[in-house]
């Protein structure tokens, strides 16, 4: 419930509107001449943990597959996330990074050592997909590379040996090794997770042993890639908060601001999912309006968490050079049934869909601070963008929200004011709309708007101030049940369709479905 007020409260005051009657047309301004902070791409971020069959069915089947693959990686998978523009993805963990020695994944298969995956379902863990693997993958789908290393349960040397083998010219014996195994050049690491929720599956370290850890591990991985400098740099990513646990936080930014010369880091990592309660216990499926409700009034607390986060940062960083990476994020639900409870298997519906544009809107409106962030996860686990079984692969309602999104990388961020409105099922009320808009590197403004109202379509007028609107066109998603899926069988259930919009004397107008997700690029 205190979330709930949050965030509506937090929209009210956003918006600075009173709220409208249900049916009355939303009027909303979008300020040409005002241009924030860059939508940086990296918000739109994946996440990809040894977990359930997130790696080993999901992306690696293996060189000698009947399903179509390149060195082992599915192709069907590496096509659905191209189209994604995915700029970076976090491997190998999550709880799994610390208990993860890189030296099992590589060389030889007859090498790779089979360990136990003890977070996730005991299941074993047979090192195919190691390093090589996990580079192929970032080549093939075209993203960046962030590597979190093991802080729980290994060491500086080992992570530093890690970085080395990666990034050093084959002059040095771990460049050498790498170049034996087949690839010469350096690799590029654009993020170093130092450690995973160090204050829990991570080894439950204080603040302060954490952040003495965290200084060393700063001081000596080095990145050896010589492209790697200057803007390139690697940058490094310490633990942060746990969801409105704020003491690694505070501890990781007080230790920033006394640096010494010999460390730095660019970002600090904040974990948090939407369950509606813990453990999560939420069906994914057969859900009804009033369990919609609340889980989307849920999600909006995203937003406190990172406006009283940003301001905690401000306090020893005013100038945000330090990132806040939201790099776990998305909707939690029970397992599905019958499926392995330590497999976080669960489906993925039109509700979900909306609740990823929301928090895509949020850090997008917290552009300044929050240049980064990774949804959990990518492949067959928690809020996937892609589910696959044997050789069927179908791509999830929240997959086509990343895909309407991808105008949105890299554009830097416009005001917009609109009266959200209000509605309520049962004790909940949420807004009727949110909305974001951005001007695209070509020049061009695009818009997306959510219409969280299940019953209601919403009539809406964009106006665009200070630039010529002459024409509009976009995709809208939705579908007739928020609970609606896509199935292997039918899997255009949720799927984005072509939207009409009218541009008249400059003024946009358009009515935006129930429950739906539409963008438009404005011209
Ligand atoms: O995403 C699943 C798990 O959630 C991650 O491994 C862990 O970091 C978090 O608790």
Redesign the pocket.
């Known amino acids: 419930m205190r979330s709930f007020t949050q965030c509506v409260l937090g929209l009210l005051w956003l918006t600075g509107g009173v709220a409208a009657a249900a049916d009355s047309p939303v009027e909303l301004r979008i300020d040409a001449q005002h241009p924030g902070a860059l939508i940086h791409r990296d918000i739109f971020g994946q ?1 990809a ?1 040894h ?1 359930g069959t997130g790696i080993y069915g999901g992306i690696w089947v293996g060189k000698d597959s009947a399903i179509p693959n390149v060195r082992g990686i599915r192709s069907d998978v590496v096509g659905a996330l191209r189209a994604l523009k995915v700029p970076n993805v976090r491997w190998p ?5 610390d208990e993860y020695h890189w030296r099992d994944g590589i060389g030889p298969a007859a090498a790779r050592k089979s360990t136990i995956n003890t ?2 379902g005991g299941a074993v863990e047979p090192n195919s997909f190691g390093t090589d693997e996990f580079i192929d993958f970032i080549e093939q789908i075209g993203s960046d590379v962030y590597l979190t290393v093991n802080v729980g349960s290994g060491s500086v040397r080992e992570a530093a040996e890690w970085v080395e083998y990666m990034t050093a010219a084959p002059s040095s014996s771990a460049g050498k090794e790498r170049a034996a195994n087949g690839h010469p050049a350096p690799y590029r690491i654009k993020y170093l997770g130092v450690g ?2 160090s204050w ?3 080894g439950a370290l204080s603040p302060d042993y954490y952040v003495n850890q965290m200084r060393e591990y700063s001081r000596f991985v080095h990145n050896f890639n010589p492209a790697q400098t200057g803007a390139q740099a690697m940058q490094r990513i310490a633990v942060g908060a746990d969801g409105e646990k704020l003491d690694y936080l505070e501890s990781v930014m007080r230790a920033w601001r006394d640096k010494v010369w010999s460390w730095d880091l660019e970002g600090v990592s904040l ?1 948090w ?1 939407t369950s509606g309660g813990w453990p999560p216990a939420h069906p994914s499926t057969h859900f009804g309006l009033d369990e919609y409700a609340k889980l989307l009034a849920d999600t909006l607390h995203m937003d406190s968490l990172v406006s009283t986060q940003s301001a905690l940062m401000d306090r020893y960083d005013p100038s945000k050079k330090v990132t806040l990476a939201v790099d ?1 994020w ?1 909707i ?1 639900l029970a397992p599905l049934p019958g499926s392995n409870p330590g497999f ?1 298997v669960q489906q993925n519906s039109l509700r979900d869909a909306l609740l990823a544009a929301l928090n895509l809107n949020i850090f997008s409106r917290h552009a300044d601070r929050v240049r980064m962030a990774n949804i ?2 990518m492949i067959n ?2 809020q996937a963008m892609v589910m696959t079984d044997g050789a069927r692969m179908v791509l999830t309602p929240t997959y086509h929200v990343f895909r309407l999104y991808v105008p949105f990388q890299d554009a830097q961020y416009v005001p917009v004011t609109f009266d959200a409105g209000q509605f309520s099922i049962g004790t909940t009320t949420l807004p009727r709309i949110d909305a974001i808009a951005a001007r695209k590197p070509d020049g061009h403004f695009v818009v997306a708007l959510v219409n969280l109202d299940p019953n209601h379509a919403v009539p809406l007028r964009a106006h665009l101030d200070g630039a010529a609107l002459h024409s509009a066109h976009g995709e809208e998603l939705t579908a007739p049940h928020v609970d609606a899926i896509n199935t292997f069988d039918a899997p255009q259930t949720v799927a984005p369709r072509a939207l009409s919009a009218q541009v008249t004397d400059g003024v946009l107008a358009l009515t935006l479905a129930p429950s739906s997700v539409s963008v438009l690029e404005l011209q």
């Open positions: 996440f943990e977990l963990g999550g709880c799994f990074a977070n996730w995973n929720e829990g599956c991570g974990h999912y776990e998305g939690w976080l959990a996860q686990v928690l």
